[in-house]
């Protein structure tokens, strides 16, 4: 059984940072897509960045974070990260990450994302 378990989240204030971190369990490998998503309360559930697999090792992040944030993986730790610089307010949301197994390219779709964390939550206080 696939499991995600995410860890970092926290409250910071504005121009802070934090790293967030995603451990991946039951799927081994680096031939997947893996991203990180938010979620504020009452927002349609967004991606922020991902990375795809062997191969299609490329990065690419929502226009809001480019510049400030940066994903990586840990094949060897089968673990994601998601470094976060600069802080604002409006990063204040609960981070997911996912997996989309099969396929090493990743997708814009949300529903092409098979495996979810449970989440952490982000607040950026002003």
């Known amino acids: 059984q696939v499991q995600l378990v995410e860890s970092g989240g926290g409250s910071v204030q504005a121009g802070g940072s934090l790293t967030l971190s995603c451990v991946v369990s039951g799927y081994t490998g680096s031939s997947r897509c893996m991203a990180w998503f938010r979620q504020d309360t009452g927002k349609e559930r967004e991606k922020v960045a991902h990375i795809g697999g062997s191969g299609f090792s490329n990065t690419n992040y929502a226009d809001s974070v480019k510049g400030r944030f940066t994903i990586s993986r840990d094949n060897t730790k089968n673990t994601l990260y998601l470094q976060m610089n600069n802080l604002t307010p409006e990063d204040t949301a609960r981070y997911y990450c996912?997996?989309?197994?099969?396929?090493?390219?990743?997708?814009?779709?949300?529903?092409?994302?098979?495996?979810w964390g449970q989440g952490t939550q982000v607040t950026v206080s002003s």
């Open positions: 996912a997996v989309r197994v099969g396929y090493p390219w990743c997708s814009e779709q949300t529903p092409d994302y098979n495996y």
